[in-house]
T-cell receptor
């Protein structure tokens, strides 16, 4: 058990819809990372938040947004969903803002777009 | 754009055999991490290497960071079925957009 909690575990929705994925980091961790994993693209870094502020941005589409709340949990919002957004979405957390620190991953949210 | 290329992509071996997985880049990394991922789960961190030439051992797993910090390897001695999984190297970029990138992955299957 990594201590990182992601909800929901599975999500099925239709094209054009909007969903919110939630992540609770390990106790004491200040950074939250979001990743997308698909068969053809592998694990792709989307965005990092550190102590409530955006720290680094990766391959995140404009239709996607994230935020980290004062209690340090984070949400990833995906809108105008397309078939290609079907993937596993992982959240990870680490103690500090440095990407050299170990990251601890949740078990992911599997998003299926019909 | 910094990339991490892993080889081989797939590996199927018998229990007791040794194997090496490679992670290569044309760019320098300040650190590299190795993860193992099993189906339906998130990646689990195995090790972080930071210093060029560094060697770290984790039971039957030996990790090495290249002298120039552009490559790394993972050697497994006497592989066991429990070693089956997807092995990923990863690290923070040091040029261009600052982000965390994963290698292309090596899918290992150890047969009993």
């Amino acid at each position: 058990d990594s201590g990182v909690t992601q909800t929901p575990k599975h999500l099925i929705t239709a094209t054009g819809q909007r969903v919110t994925l939630r992540c609770s980091p390990r106790s004491g961790d200040l950074s939250v990372y979001w990743y997308q994993q698909s068969l053809d693209q592998g694990l792709q870094f989307l965005i990092q938040y550190y102590n409530g502020e955006e720290r680094a941005k990766g391959n995140i589409l404009e239709r996607f947004s994230a935020q980290q709340f004062p209690d340090l949990h984070s949400e990833l919002n995906l809108s105008s969903l397309e078939l290609g957004d079907s993937a596993l979405y992982f959240c990870a957390s680490s103690v500090s803002g440095s990407m050299n620190q170990p990251q601890h991953f949740g078990d992911g949210t599997r998003l299926s777009i019909l | 754009t910094q990339l991490l290329e892993q080889s081989p992509q797939f590996l199927s071996i018998q229990e007791g055999e040794n194997l090496t997985v490679y992670c290569n880049s044309s760019s320098v990394f300040s650190s590299l991490q190795w993860y193992r991922q099993e189906p339906g789960e998130g990646p689990v961190l195995l090790v972080t290497v930071v210093t060029g030439g560094e060697v770290k051992k984790l039971k039957r797993l030996t990790f090495q960071f290249g002298d120039a910090r552009k490559d790394s390897s993972l050697h497994i001695t006497a592989a066991q079925p429990g070693d089956t999984g997807l092995y990923l190297c990863a690290g923070p970029t040091t040029s261009g957009t600052y982000k965390y990138i994963f290698g292309t992955g090596t899918r290992l299957k150890v047969l009993a």
